[in-house]
């Protein structure tokens, strides 16, 4: 491992556990997928592709509207 992969380790690893407060399972699983997006930190993929709506369903609309993207996966 690099000195800037040491770095970036240290960073995700303090990130969630300052900030996410997550278990060493949940640390382990984080890291991984981050791994396998591509090594991006911890910090970026928690940012933008991971959100909590609390337990009123009611919210999730804002976030997931189907009609938002729709892709013709048809080559017609």
Known sequence: ???IN???LEKDLEFCIDYLNLDDNQIGEMLR???ELGGIS???FAEEFVFLCGKEQ???PRYHDDSYLRINWSLN
């Open 1 to 3: 491992m690099t000195q």
């Open 6 to 8: 040491n770095n970036q």
């Open 33 to 35: 997928v981050c791994e």
């Open 42 to 44: 911890c910090e970026y």
């Open 58 to 60: 009611e919210h999730i």
